[in-house]
């Protein structure tokens, strides 16, 4: 990092991203250039070269999207106001941006594909576009599907497939890979809400009884501070707790053993009502509103 910063003469460059944390900083170009020249002529060995890499790959790409969109860009207007060119012409212009269509954005992607698609000739390569980005965006398409739903812009197969993806993601993931998510994240996604609103009290019993020591602990404190903190994940993940809770108690209520134990304990700890018949918070807080 230091030798980073002595090639920027920049303080706030960060060796992480490859690029200056300080806003409006105009570093980065000498940066470019500095760690450019380090890798053609430094060959001691006495550096890391696959951090130094990463820089240079971060910028390339930066450069290749930023080269994209404004090739994007012109043939917007192009198409809206150079009445001059021809659609052929445009068609060869759309051709090679469908060639770099993995620098696109999934709006800019539907967008190009939707001004393609009204050209003379143009449906087939318009479909073309679309395939290609889909293709070069793989599983991370999955993280695009919440929002996605909201975007009637995007092109109907980028949904589909953010959709087909993120149904599969779903099944994959274990209950203390949402939870360690959540927790590392500090947030959530629709899949992570599906993933454990839609177990049951079986299915969190069955977790408890069989998970590793480690895997059981995760699950047991994610729930056991969600329960106390009844912020908003208490209210996104309500079915979720109702089960667990359910769970617990019929652990809970076995002859004594260690696991028996160990449940009464944290959800004593936790102020969680042992007898089924005590209401949950969100019960008693739903009964108040309705009554008032």
Not at 158 to 181: G, Y
Not at 200 to 207: A, G, I, Q
């Amino acid at each position: 990092a230091k030798f980073i910063i002595a090639l920027t003469h920049c303080e706030h460059f960060a060796l992480n991203s490859g690029a200056c944390k300080k806003e409006g900083c105009r570093c980065s170009r000498f940066a470019k250039f500095s760690v450019h020249s380090y890798k053609n002529t430094h060959r001691s060995g006495l550096f890391d070269r696959a951090r130094l890499d990463a820089i240079l790959k971060t910028y390339e790409s930066d450069a290749d999207k930023a080269r994209f969109s404004v090739d994007l860009n012109k043939f917007s207007h192009d198409l809206t106001w150079d009445i001059a060119k021809s659609e052929i012409e445009l068609l060869e212009e759309a051709e090679a941006l469908c060639d770099r269509i993995s620098f696109a954005s999934a709006h800019a992607a539907s967008g190009l594909s939707s001004m393609v698609a009204r050209l003379e000739g143009g449906g087939e390569l318009a479909e073309e576009i679309i395939r290609k980005w889909i293709e070069s965006a793989g599983d991370q398409l999955a993280n695009y599907s919440d929002t996605f739903h909201f975007a009637d812009e995007l092109h109907s197969r980028i949904k589909q497939e953010a959709d087909r993806i993120a149904k599969s993601s779903e099944e994959s993931l274990s209950i203390v890979e949402v939870c360690t998510s959540i927790r590392v994240n500090r947030g959530w996604s629709s899949r992570h809400e599906n993933v454990l609103n839609l177990k049951t009290p079986e299915d969190y019993e069955d977790f408890i009884r069989t998970a590793t020591p480690e895997d059981r602990k995760t699950v047991l404190l994610h729930f056991r501070q969600m329960y106390t903190n009844r912020g908003n994940a208490y209210l996104v993940f309500d079915p979720a707790m109702k089960s667990f809770i359910a769970a617990c108690r019929k652990i809970a209520s076995e002859p004594e053993s260690r696991l028996q134990k160990l449940i009464e304990n944290l959800m004593n700890d936790a102020g969680i009502p042992l007898i089924a018949l005590s209401p949950l918070p969100s019960e008693t807080e739903s009964d108040s509103v309705e009554g008032g």
